[in-house]
């Protein structure tokens, strides 16, 4: 039984990356363009104005943000735009009658974001390189925030394929919640050029954490406290994937 459990798990796995990898001129390349863009206007053109951040020259200082914000976008549109699309096409109620336990199905899809947002930051980091210097500083902190990231909005990106019932739903939250948070997140600035009264907002924002940990584990800078962060981000992990394990128990979304 567990032979056959991890087979369904693999194939999950696999038919998400064949998925992205296939249409790669719309999964990968898009990010590639858009953040060399990025790199060339608010790096060269613009950085060159602002000069240092933090004590490092501002595309140094964007670079790690740039990544991240990469990483999250990619991990969240891949599996909202994947899983919602089986339940359009009624193809997830094979997955409903298979053996298959509903912790590997959104385990499996989880695991597909996760692969597709790390292979993109790998890219967007390989653009950066021709732009400024990066040196790992922390290693451990860097794989380790990588991961819980894309794992977070792989997740977060589930849970709005299990509530979206039309293709217009699955852009919303990214155009109206995610897009803003991720500006607001500190990739463009330090939060210690806000106004006391926006900093203490900015610190309810959980991408400042996430963007914040990684440039920590790049640039050795940061404007968080990295164990808050780490707790923080793990715990919107946990909760994350025991909601979407309950309302997959339920039926939500799925069942008519």
Not at 8 to 25: D, G
Not at 126 to 146: P, W
Not at 171 to 176: E, G, K, M, R, V
Request: proline share 4%; net charge positive; hydrophobic share 55%.
């Amino acid at each position: 039984m567990f032979k056959v459990k991890l087979i369904a798990f693999q194939t999950i796995v696999m038919n998400e990356i064949h998925r992205f990898s296939r249409l790669w001129m719309q999964t990968l390349l898009p990010p590639m363009i858009t953040m060399t863009l990025y790199f060339v206007i608010f790096g060269s053109l613009i950085g060159s104005r602002v000069g240092k951040m933090e004590g490092v020259p501002f595309m140094q200082f964007m670079a790690p943000g740039l990544i991240m914000m990469s990483i999250i976008t990619n991990s969240y549109a891949n599996v909202v735009s994947s899983f919602y699309g089986i339940r359009f096409q009624r193809s997830v109620e094979e997955l409903l009658v298979s053996p298959t336990p509903n912790s590997l199905i959104l385990l499996g899809y989880t695991i597909g974001g996760v692969i597709r947002g790390i292979i993109t930051g790998i890219i967007i980091t390989i653009i950066a390189l021709f732009f400024t210097n990066l040196h790992v500083q922390h290693i451990f902190i860097t794989m380790t925030i990588v991961i819980l990231t894309a794992l977070l909005f792989s997740l977060a990106g589930f849970l709005n394929a299990v509530y979206s019932k039309s293709f217009d739903d699955i852009t919303i939250i990214p155009t109206f919640v995610l897009t803003p948070l991720t500006y607001l997140g500190g990739v463009f600035y330090s939060i210690h050029q806000l106004p006391d009264a926006w900093r203490d907002v900015s610190l309810a924002n959980p991408v400042l954490y996430i963007v914040n940990t990684f440039r920590y584990g790049i640039l050795g800078i940061t404007d968080v406290h990295i164990a808050v962060a780490f707790v923080i981000i793990f715990l919107c992990v946990i909760g994350l994937y025991a909601l979407n394990l309950r309302l997959l128990n339920k039926g939500v979304g799925i069942r008519t």
